[in-house]
């Protein structure tokens, strides 16, 4: 491992609890030379996706041989597996409950490790609180230099999510949904910035028109852009279609939820 090495967290534990300032004392207990970062704690209570897509935003954004650890973990405390994820450049530790099914996409070389190395754990393992005992631990020995091979065996049977992925079931028309709601209300699709090109290339000279509940949302470039409280869209930072309305919650103010079906057609530029 580095010098200075990082550890990121992704939890569903919010702020008011002391459950991941716990997490970092062990780990600072262990490895006083390591950087602690939130990611966020605020995923909503048990929601494997949206951690897992939140992991996808934002672990490319660190350097490489970060360790992220990801506790959203409705089975705690029963017998699914913590596990350590070895990609191309970086490290995740959880549960083996698809919290990284979108990491896996990313990757070209992946090993999974089924943790069962118990005395790098902490002793009278609780069962209710695997984020203290097992995760913490693990990433606090991982950072200093040990051989993921030393934590326990590799798997391939890990639990991988099924991930939505958008369709063009006609050379004009781009399907997909909505995979997640962001603090501002935004909705966000998984219809991604290739995507919406590769069905212009395929349309020379058409009209690129963004559809959701059977309504038009007008595609522009940035946020200002629009100076009233409509629906719109446009491609997000991490290269999403993103539903929006300025100054406002889009979600709320247009009923949009998780599965919503969006897409984009492209028409005739007379039509």
Avoid: C
């Avoid at 991941?20 to 048990?46: C, E, F, R, S």
């Avoid at 209710?128 to 693990?138: C, H, I, S, Y």
């Avoid at 990433?139 to 639990?159: H, Q, R, V």
């Avoid at 100076?227 to 247009?254: K, M, V």
């Amino acid at each position: 491992m580095e010098n200075n090495p990082i550890i990121t967290f992704t939890t569903d534990f919010g702020y008011r609890d002391p459950f991941a300032g716990i997490m970092k004392g062990i780990i600072l207990k262990i490895n006083p030379a390591v950087t602690l970062i939130d990611i966020t704690h605020n995923i909503a209570y048990q929601n494997i996706p949206e951690a897992a897509y939140s992991l996808e935003m934002s672990f490319a954004n660190f350097p490489p041989k970060t360790i992220h650890v990801a506790v959203v973990d409705p089975e705690v405390g029963s017998p699914r597996r913590p596990i350590i994820v070895a990609t191309d450049y970086h490290y995740f530790i959880g549960p083996d409950n698809g919290v990284f099914s979108r990491v896996y996409l990313h990757t070209e070389s992946l090993q999974v490790i089924h943790v069962t190395g118990e005395h790098y754990f902490l002793p009278d393992r609780s069962a209710t609180f695997d984020g203290r005992d097992v995760f913490a631990p693990v990433a606090a020995w991982l950072s200093k230099g040990i051989n993921i091979l030393k934590f326990g065996d590799p798997i391939t049977d890990y639990i991988t999510l099924p991930v939505p992925v958008a369709s063009m079931p006609a050379e004009h028309i781009l399907e997909g949904e909505i995979i997640y709601i962001d603090n501002f209300g935004n909705a966000i699709a998984n219809i991604r910035k290739n995507h919406v090109e590769k069905l212009l290339e395929k349309n020379p000279g058409g009209k690129l028109r963004v559809m959701i509940k059977g309504t038009e949302a007008p595609f522009v470039t940035y946020y200002s852009q629009v100076d009233n409280d409509g629906l719109h869209s446009l491609i997000n930072s991490f290269g999403y279609l993103e539903f929006f309305t300025n100054r406002g919650n889009a979600a709320t103010d247009f009923a949009i939820q998780i599965g919503e079906k969006a897409g984009v057609i492209i028409t005739n530029s007379s039509s």
